[in-house]
């Protein structure tokens, strides 16, 4: 069938899982399984025949598939949506489709497809372990099924449902619906244990903080609507309408209407994708199962984000020159530093292993958005694809790591332990082999370790890019958080793999089912291979050897291909001595600490995220709680509203109350009172007079009447 | 023949207007119920005079004065009963002391 | 003056006379005994009128039995009413005063009727008018039915009277 018909298809496999499995296949755990897996399949092969036809196409920047369909009627024109296949969304398509399958293979073990139903097992709380007596006799606690598991695939499917729109879209309106869907998802997999209050919160947290983000990038797309009337990328992202717009001015901050548009979409960024101020809620998201984090929190939701400002980037970068940055872009490529060295300072201090993670996911997209600040369109790409490979990786692998960590504490029955801490790990590398190398590869890869790994290339390329143009600021910054980078993931490798173990539980762990491992070993060979595609041409002895591919294609989306910087020795240097040096203080500095305590690096500032969650809490969550409670509810509502009805109704109660008494009962009863009585009065005052009994004086009357009346008639006919 | 038919409608008048004045001004109930037949006897000369010097043929004025003849008889009998009634019950004829029939 | 109108005349003064006497006379047998006297006279009227059935009629039922009931009544009442005081009651005055008024009404109303001083016609020979009234009274296409009608109406009389008037009910 045609490229264009593939593409309208390739979001809807994962949407009928959805529908399927919600409406009827909620009870089989197989049977919703395979429906999402085969679903997650389909649209990976849908992607993979679009992907190598775009690879087929000469010029593929300028030849694009795409497909429009006239939809809203506005007047006299229409307002078109349709799907859109540029070398930028056929690299993302291609790594999306990628992660996505992986993790839904991988979401098949991690719930533990296969074992027993758990003993206390509740729909909303994690699974607890179900207790089975093996032949001898012993009684032994095992992991047990997840009591919502078709849910779960149900849940995912719907997500990458959002996702596929969003990268298959040629315009901002579909794009923010999927954008949307995934915010919900997000949400409603964040707290997919809604048993749990910390996973209840978290998931209102996220939704609300990414909320913030999304009003102001829907004005950001109604104000592109205003200006331009279309929303289709084609019709906003060519020349002219760039020009008119850059030359238009606002009054707010003296931006044009090109650098406030791209503010406002990316403020939806920084809520997506987690910048500061508004990177709050990743970390907490980390409550949702692992997959959820891997898949929505490291390679694709929040790679949505920078998606949209890569997409957005002409607009973003409509007048500039090449040197100086615009006001936006400065604004973008300070967020993004700020933020990378930031969540870097932060992930030194944590232990929890998924936090760790969470925070370098923050610092790593701060590198990209930093990249696109400065206008280095490639190379923020190029770090995206790569990072949501290594990115995911990591995070499966931690997965693994607590599933196994989990295996041994219910052997053991010690449920003091926390699965999740890496002070309670220790030595895991000899029990859970797999986990190991496919964990090191990935931490390698984030740490940017030389040659071999794909994060290398990307990240040197940012930093070759900072340093060519001349943003030596940024350099630096990006620098040492790269140094930092390095530092925290062999931290984390050195806690969890190396060494003896801490406790009884880690002795007891041991390598998870093949439906978990595969997906790591498959997403370790992106992470190291992937690199190669965009060796700079440049580049002392391997450059050349390999074409830069990835600069050639990705590079035909924008109208003028980038240039390529000339090779400059400082950022490579600075790129190895950051990533081996805090690869090698990393596990020089944690290879024998036993315990949290003698950690020296447990600043509470930086375990305690510089107290940002406490200052949100009382600048802006309580007086918002105090706002709906009381103002709202209390005094507006009660007080004001229903007293003003209870006052309406009191006064129509006294004025009923009131005409009763003094018009009704006096007035219109009196008066008819007043009448019978009076008759009666009259009656009794005038019998005596006329009703004698006597009949010769009633005789006497009629006839004395009678005589008058005939007189007077006479008289009157006379 | 030649006594005009005034003489006896004036007759008729005076005698009426004598049981009325009988009727209105005596105490005693017999005493109304003999001015009440002094009228009935007026009633009935008028009809037999205007028989007389009317339509001779039609012999309807003496049929209507013996049909007033029967009802005056009828209404004297009960009359007289019912006095003698109340007489018996209220030991009194006077008229104005039978006076029950008030508010 | 003829003989006819001598006699009217005298009639008619016995007949005002005795009426006024039954009307003002203290003494009830006495005003029954006038009343008398005043039902003669008009009996000879009926008979000057040649309506001498009429006349016959008058002197059995009203003299032989209304008056005699009359008298029956009175006696069986004497003893309330044995001739204490005036038998006139207060509003006699007034009573006379109507009595004139209606004569004067009817006299004034009769006389502007002009059949008023009309002249009696002669009876045709042949005309038995006692057969005519005879007949009147019993011809289904004449008066028969009120005949009946009266007929039961002294029966209604007749038991009602009885009735009302007999012994002590207990």
Known sequence: MSTETIIWLLPLPPLLAFFIIILFTNKGKSLSHCIAVIAAALSWLGSMVVFVRALGVEHFGKEVFQSSINWLPTGNTWLKIGVLIDPLSAITIFFVAWTVLMIFVYSVGYHNYGQPKGDHDRKGLPPHGATIIDENGHSHTVPSIEPMYSRFFAFIGLFAFGMYTLVVSDNLLTMFVGWEIMGLCSYLLIGFWFGKPSARNAAVKAFMTTRIGDVFMLLGIAFVYYATKSLSFRDILNEHTLSVLSSTTTPILGLSAAGLISLLLFIGTIGKSAQFPLHVWLPDAMEGPTPVSAMIHAATMVSAGVYTVIRMFPLISAGFDGYHLTTTMSIIAFIGAFTALFAATIAVAQNDIKRVLAYSTISQLGFMIAALGMGAYVAAVFHLVTHAFFKALLFLGSGSVIHGMEHGVLHTGDHSVDPQDMFNMGGLRKKMPITFWTFLIGGFALSGFPVLTAGFWSKDEILADAFGNGHFVIFLTLAIAAFLTAFYTMRQITLTFLGTPRTKSAEHAHETPWTMTLPLVILSVFAIGFGWVGIPDKFPLLGGILPNWFHEFVGGTLAEAPEVLPFNFMPLLTSLVVALGGLLVGWFVYRNVRSAAEDKLQFKLLKNKYYFDEIYDLLFVKPAYWFAETFAYKFLDQTIIDGFINRIGGVAQSIGTGFRRYFDAPVVNGFGDFLGESTKRIGRKMAPIIQRGRIQYYMVTSLTVAIIVVVLYFFFKA | MSIPLSWYLILSAALFSIGLFGVLARKNAVAILLGIELMLNAVNINLVSFWRYGNIASISGQVFAIIVFAVAAAEVAVGLALIISVYRRRTTVIANDLDLLKW | ?170
């Open chain 3, 1 to 170: 003056m003829t003989p006819d109108q001598v006699i009217f005349i005298l009639c008619a003064a016995v007949i005002v006379v005795t009426a006024i006497m039954v009307v003002t006379s203290p003494n009830l047998i006495h005003a029954a005994l006038w009343l008398i006297a005043t039902l003669f006279g008009v009996a000879i009227l009926y008979a000057l009128l040649q309506a001498g059935f009429l006349a016959l009629v008058q002197v059995v039922i009203y003299i032989g039995a209304i008056a005699i009931l009359f008298i029956f009544a009175v006696m069986l009442t004497r003893r309330e009413m044995r001739d204490k005081g005036p038998q006139l009651n207060k509003n006699w005055a007034l009573a006379a005063i109507l009595a004139v008024l209606t004569f004067g009404g009817l006299f004034y109303i009769l006389s502007g009727w002009s059949g008023f001083s009309g002249k009696a016609a002669e009876i045709p020979a042949g005309m038995d008018t006692l057969r005519n009234l005879g007949f009147a009274l019993v011809s289904p296409d004449a008066y028969l039915l009120p005949f009946e009608v009266a007929s039961i109406l002294l029966l209604a009389a007749l038991i009602g009277a009885i009735y009302i008037a007999s012994a002590s009910k207990k």
